[in-house]
């Protein structure tokens, strides 16, 4: 399990609207790291929707922002162009980069287990390390305690 200090796992995952992104291309700056469950879910949806309308307090902060899910590269780009979100959606589509963060897990709904993400962010700083973790996140008001915590460090 990553905890605050430890060293990010890095990745190079599809961006949607094309390109990838590399995580260790991005030292230097803090980055936030919000995996979700799925696009155009209610709770995703206002998950992704908050953070794309504080990317540019982000941005001013010095920090990228990227939502992580399973979701293939066409739904990103569905689910971006329905809600006008801002925010770059990595695909991981084979859950590597959910199983490094830790984030994918057991769940279980109405008694029935399955596998999926918890949602999680990840705060990385500037030298690469987890400066701060949030698991089981709760979405209102979550964009803007991240946000606090980028300005804080």
């Not at 959606?89 to 084979?94: I, K, T, V």
Request: hydrophobic letters at 35%; proline letters at 5%; glycine letters at 10%.
């Amino acid at each position: 399990m990553l905890d605050v200090s430890d060293p990010a796992p890095s990745f190079t995952l599809p961006r949607g609207g094309g390109g990838e992104v590399t995580l260790s291309s991005l030292r230097g700056a803090p980055v936030v790291l919000f995996f979700y469950p799925r696009d155009n879910t209610p709770g995703c949806t206002k998950e992704s929707i908050a953070f794309s309308e504080a990317l540019q307090s982000f941005a001013d902060a010095g920090a990228h922002v990227f939502g992580i899910s399973k979701d293939s590269l066409k739904k990103h780009e569905n689910f971006t162009a329905k809600h006008g979100l801002t925010t770059p959606l990595l695909s991981d589509a084979d859950s590597t980069v959910c199983e490094d963060y830790g984030v994918w897990k057991e769940k279980s709904m109405y008694g029935k287990k399955h596998w999926g993400i918890e949602r999680s962010t990840f705060l990385i700083g500037a030298d690469g390390n987890i400066a701060r973790v949030w698991r089981k996140v709760k979405v209102d008001g979550h964009a803007e305690e991240v946000l606090d915590a980028v300005r804080a460090l």
